[in-house]
């Protein structure tokens, strides 16, 4: 009896073996950046497509302006300095709180996408953690600014000139805010993992910030234990170059610009415009440095 062995078959799977390879990508400065881009993108489909969002968004900013600044404006006239229609005072607090939420609530879709599984299959790619974070607060930051640009088109309203420097000083100045306030949101889902809670916590801390940023009152003659209070708000250090970049274009004598628009002090010393937007961008920074830690960690 002649035995046959098949020695050619384990020679043929061990070929097809090693010609079988998976291709992964090597990890690099080109991938992060394809990484950020996609992040970037998948937050504008997002807000393109809910437009329900990019409404509700603009509600409350509208009523502050219009319902409350009109109703207090008649409690105000005569008392503020060069005649100034309340609305205008408030105008640049009011534009800043039309950013505050969206770039704070943009920041929760990463508990979404915990909760639902989608962030897990991020987390695995062959990315770093750093660019998923980056990409997210520039993402956050582009929705929040552009949701700006809506609510500055309303300046007229407020009888705050289109002036093209104007515009361009608050568009500018918005983009940063957008960017520390996505970046503070991306640190606080971080570490939460229930939406709910993550929206309990936001509106806990959203109207404070927004209150003690002098938006609705100026931050010169209040109590020490306000000032304080003021001093460490992020939100504080953008309204008051946005209030003075607005009234350095309205035809005001100088002594009521300073009245309407003091500018910080810390313990008598003017804080300068470029100072403040600086200490914003650090607090951005910061915070985005501390997300990215904390997505490190995260398994």
Known sequence: MIMVTDTAAPATESAIVESIRVAVPEHGLQHDLRAISIVWRRELIRFRTDRLRAVTALVQPILFLFILGTGLSSLARGSMPGNVDFKTFIYPGVLAMSVLFTAIFSAGSIVWDREFGFLREILVAPVSRASIVIGKCLGGATIATFQGIIFLALAGFAHVP??????LTLVGELLLLSFTLTA???????????FQAFMALTQMLVMPLFFLSGAL???SGLPGWLTILTRIDPLTYVVGPMRHAVFS??????????????GLTWAGWAVPVW????????MGLAMMSIAIEQFRKTE
Do not use: E, W
């Open 217 to 219: 009152y100026p931050l």
């Open 162 to 167: 289109y002036n093209p420097v104007l515009l």
């Open 275 to 282: 100072l403040s937007l600086g200490i914003v961008a650090v």
């Open 184 to 194: 503070f949101g991306v640190m606080m889902a971080a570490r939460i993992t229930q």
């Open 249 to 262: 274009h309205l035809s005001l004598p100088t002594g009521a610009q300073h009245v309407l628009a003091p």
